[in-house]
T-cell receptor, first 113, second 110 residues
Framework: EAQVTQNPRYLITVTGKKLTVTCSQN?????MSWYRQDPGLGLRQIYY???????DKGDVPEGYKVSRKEKRNFPLILESPSPNQTSLYFC????????????FGPGTRLTVL | EDQVTQSPEALRLQEGESSSLNCSYT??????LFWYRQDPGKGPEFLFT???AGEEKEKERLKATLTKKESFLHITAPKPEDSATYLC???????????FGKGTHLIIQP
């Protein structure tokens, strides 16, 4: 089954404790990205990657890091999480052509205390 | 800067009562307008892509249309299982990501 998977699905942590949210896709998509979704603000892009070893900032990159060492994986790293990073996070992927639709993962609900 | 505005924010309908959701957008060089459905606590599920004014696409009770300034998602004779938040997004010429609207929360009452 073609899908985007994320882990963990739920995470409660404390300020300053480094964490990684994993994302994997099995569709051989070149493009992957991370979004966060907040009430009243909608979905906003954090980082994206056009292909292996190629990453770039989205609209809200502050406080996040990403890496793309393999085509299928695109982890999101919070080196020193803060309460304002409490949010619902989605990973997405698509084929290279910008006209193609994006497929989203199931989401990771993160709470930073 | 690309902008997407969806209206209404919320809509409550009776089962079988047809209606339309609106997505107004401003973008330089549209490379696609996308409709997604999102159920609570889940990831957005792709519905349609529209590329040019005049284009229409249908899927079951849903029909999406596009003009140069807005898109409509028409829902005909909806059922309770159509209850969800419907998201509209655009991809413009200057950005590679999607710019999303805040969504329309649709409730279909039996």
């Amino acid at each position: 089954e073609a899908q985007v998977t994320q882990n963990p699905r739920y995470l409660i942590t404390v300020t300053g404790k480094k964490l990684t949210v994993t994302c994997s896709q099995n569709m051989n998509h070149e493009y992957m990205s991370w979004y966060r979704q907040d009430p009243g603000l909608g979905l906003r892009q954090i980082y994206y990657s056009m292909n292996v070893e190629v990453t770039d900032k989205g609209d809200v990159p502050e406080g996040y890091k990403v890496s793309r060492k393999e085509k299928r994986n695109f982890p999101l790293i919070l080196e020193s999480p803060s309460p304002n990073q409490t949010s619902l996070y989605f990973c997405a992927s698509r084929r290279t052509s910008s006209y193609n639709e994006q497929f989203f993962g199931p989401g990771t609900r993160l709470t930073v205390l | 800067e690309d902008q997407v505005t969806q209206s209404p924010e919320a809509l409550r309908l009776q089962e079988g009562e047809s209606s339309s959701l609106n997505c107004s957008y401003t973008v330089s060089g549209l490379r696609g307008l996308f409709w997604y459905r999102q159920d609570p606590g889940k990831g957005p599920e792709f519905l349609f892509t529209l590329y040019s004014a005049g284009e229409e696409k249908e899927k079951e009770r849903l029909k999406a249309t596009l003009t140069k300034k807005e898109s409509f998602l028409h829902i005909t004779a909806p059922k309770p299982e159509d209850s969800a938040t419907y998201l509209c997004a655009v991809r413009g010429g200057g950005a590679d990501g999607l710019t999303f609207g805040k969504g329309t929360h649709l409730i279909i009452q039996p």
